[in-house]
């Protein structure tokens, strides 16, 4: 079978919603064990009820990545890893100049800092076994710019940065790394993101934000996990510390 995960184990922030949802449920499906971790309870019990209806095997660990004491907890559990897919992360809406302190430093922490924790935590494991695949989940908009998004921009720079360095770093040690940069996917957190910031306005502002991709639509989760699902795969082997827009052509087209 192409794409197999079988008797792998894999590591998955934020797999309660959204893409990381579906990147585990791929995975899963694929024979990988699926470690699941984030805050919100009642969405990472749903992922792993659906994961073990469908016959996959799958795990929950309540976590805030921001803290690096609970990570490495959750990571001493879980105890022998071949990937980590690093898919938690907010959002914000907001120039430099109207980016308060407390924002800024928030959404480092849980996109940037928690990151780190988990590859700071997961490294070593993969090390122990000789070799392992990263994938972080970034953004276009860490490749151009997108109005209003000052601190979420920055978060996903550093995003792209690191995973060029991790995928350097590691190369004696059989890990490869790389990224995912998707534009707009509709996932629950757009809805709510849009009924919160544009409230009487949510049809115009999807519509909106769909048309902004030159094929004319917003992406679907499933569409990412499949690129995540390769990225992480044996047919993947020669590739690391490379990002891969999955934008509808946002990047290269969008004159």
Not at 29 to 53: P, S, Y
């Amino acid at each position: 079978m192409m794409f197999s995960l079988q008797n792998k184990q894999a590591a998955i922030t934020g797999a309660g919603s959204g893409i990381g949802k579906a990147i585990a449920a791929i995975f899963a499906k694929q024979g990988a064990v699926v470690h699941i971790i984030d805050l919100n309870e009642e969405n990472a019990r749903q992922t792993v009820a659906d994961i073990e209806t469908a016959g996959g095997k799958a795990y929950w660990y309540r976590g805030d990545v921001s803290r690096q004491e609970l990570v490495a907890g959750i990571f001493q559990q879980i105890g022998k890893l071949d990937i980590l897919v690093n898919s938690a992360g907010i959002a914000h809406i907001g120039k430099a100049d109207t980016t308060s302190t407390e924002d800024f430093e928030k959404i480092f922490n849980v996109n940037v800092k928690g990151a780190y924790n988990c590859l700071h935590e997961a490294i070593p494991l993969m090390k122990k076994q000789g070799g392992g695949v990263i994938l972080n989940i970034a953004s276009i908009a860490a490749l151009v710019g997108i109005p209003d998004r000052f601190a979420y921009s920055m978060s996903k720079g550093a995003i792209y940065a690191m995973t060029l360095s991790v995928a350097k770093d590691y190369l004696p040690d059989h890990i490869r790394c790389n990224s995912i940069s998707p534009a707009r996917v509709h996932t629950p957190f757009v809805d709510g993101f849009i009924a919160k910031n544009y409230p009487g306005k949510e049809k115009e502002m999807f519509e909106k934000l769909a048309n902004s991709q030159p094929i004319g639509r917003m992406g679907t989760t499933n569409e990412i996990a499949a690129l995540a699902l390769y990225l992480c795969s044996n047919e993947a082997a020669f590739i690391t510390g490379n990002d891969y827009p999955i934008d509808g052509g946002f990047v290269k087209l969008n004159n």
